[in-house]
């Protein structure tokens, strides 16, 4: 198991604990579909932006959305590995969920993966 960090808006995480990871999300106003679900190892590295950056920026650009937050989940490692170097490895900390890499089973399990809401400190 590893724990998975995902930045985001309050309004999101939640929607994503109840119903799981939505491939077809699309921001409002925009027109291209998520299509995959990014996530990153709680213990980093953080080759991108922070989960926290993430969820500031998100809530910045979505103020409706109930503020920024960390959804937090426990990923039984034989999932996590079927992502391997679909964006880059493990060992980079970003953790992708594609169509064909780990995605499905990643929804298949989606009932039983323990998660939490974590809020985000604003500066």
């Excluded at 985001?8 to 995480?13: E, L, Y």
């Excluded at 920026?57 to 391997?84: C, Y």
Aim: aromatic fraction near 8%; proline fraction near 8%.
């Amino acid at each position: 198991m590893a724990i998975l960090l995902h930045g985001t808006t309050r309004w999101r995480a939640e929607r994503i604990v109840s119903s799981g990871p939505d491939p077809n999300y699309v921001e409002p106003q925009g027109v291209v579909r998520a299509e995959s679900f990014s996530t990153c190892l709680e213990t980093g590295p953080f080759t991108l932006k922070s989960p926290g950056d993430y969820a500031l920026g998100k809530a910045k650009n979505f103020p409706a959305e109930g503020g920024p937050v960390i959804l937090v989940m426990d990923v039984p490692d034989e999932i996590i590995d079927k992502t391997d170097l679909v964006l880059c490895p493990r060992s980079s900390g970003v953790i992708q969920f594609d169509s064909g890499f780990g995605f499905a089973e990643l929804l298949a399990a989606w009932p039983t993966i323990e998660k939490r809401i974590e809020a985000v400190e604003q500066a």
